[in-house]
């Protein structure tokens, strides 16, 4: 059997191994060092992301509410933590990532008082993403742009405003949604300008007509009755021109394409701006 010394050795091993794990934890929980996402209860866990989100340390925020979400899927805590740990992501950039934690909380929690909230920063994570691809596309080619993601964010507003007209977000998503109509449409009167340039006019009149049916009154609905007007009348189809004409001359009696005025090739107002005519 062991002896008295051996079994005295062995009780002091096991206290001062207790004892060091006590000051390991303890450290953790008053400051020395960082808390252990594992061991702290859920209101810690939370406390803590909140902290760091209110800081500005989004990373650290998401690293303490991803790992409540894991250890608590269901409850109080973790219904909003999601909605933080959404916006966390999106803070840092993490688009799809925010995107996916959106759509997940909205599939769980459909009647959810902030669930406004989840549509509205699901748009507003598409829209600072686009903001970013707008500059990126300024100056591509008209044919080659890719606009699904700017459409995309447009429809996330306009459902948001759909579901929840009265929203507090409401005023904010059709502030938003008017810059992105003025976008999609000046799209389109670049892309018909592109097609007129190179002879395409059937390709330029069905970028008129586009925009004239999906983004009504927008800044380039001028434009875009004068991109109809100038592509009949290259085609020979003078009774259109005559038509499309007629509309441009009641509405827009200043519109520069009246008087003759084709834009220079090239250039950025020209390309922002296909017929010049002043805003």
């Known amino acids: 059997m062991p002896s008295t010394r051996v079994l005295t050795r062995l009780a002091l091993l096991s206290l001062l191994a207790l004892g060091t794990t006590g000051c390991q934890t303890m450290k953790g929980w008053f400051g020395g060092g960082e808390p252990d996402t594992e061991t702290l209860p859920v209101e810690a866990l939370y406390a803590e992301a909140r902290e760091s989100r209110d800081n500005g340390n989004y990373s650290r925020a998401e690293t303490y509410l991803t790992r409540l979400t894991g250890r608590f899927p269901f409850g109080p805590y973790t219904e909003q933590a999601q909605l933080d740990l959404a916006y966390a992501q999106y803070k840092q950039g993490k688009h799809e990532d925010a995107t996916s934690t959106l759509d997940r909380f909205v599939r769980t929690y459909p009647t959810h008082p902030a669930i406004d909230y989840?549509?509205?920063?699901?748009?507003?994570?598409?829209?600072?993403?686009?903001?970013?691809?707008?500059?990126?596309?300024?100056?591509?080619?008209?044919?080659?742009?890719d606009l699904t993601r700017v459409q995309a964010s447009f429809e996330a507003f306009a459902e948001l405003l759909r579901r929840y007209p009265s929203s507090r977000y409401a005023a904010d998503s059709r502030q938003r949604m008017v810059y992105l109509k003025n976008f999609l449409a000046r799209h389109e009167a670049t892309t018909g300008l592109y097609y007129h340039r190179r002879g395409a006019y059937v390709s330029a009149i069905n970028r008129a007509k586009y925009l004239l049916e999906t983004y009504p009154q927008s800044e380039f609905e001028a434009d875009g009755i004068a991109l109809l007007a100038s592509s009949h009348a290259a085609l020979g189809q003078d009774d259109l021109a005559?038509?499309?004409?007629?509309?441009?001359?009641?509405?827009?009696?200043?519109?520069?394409?009246?008087?003759?005025?084709?834009?220079?090739?090239?250039?950025?107002?020209?390309?922002?701006?296909?017929?010049?005519a002043g805003r």
């Open 118 to 145: 989840a549509y509205y920063l699901r748009a507003l994570n598409g829209f600072d993403r686009d903001s970013f691809f707008l500059q990126r596309i300024a100056r591509a080619d008209m044919s080659a742009r």
């Open 242 to 276: 005559a038509d499309a004409r007629r509309v441009l001359e009641k509405n827009y009696p200043e519109h520069p394409y009246l008087s003759g005025n084709w834009p220079e090739r090239g250039g950025l107002w020209g390309q922002l701006n296909p017929f010049g």
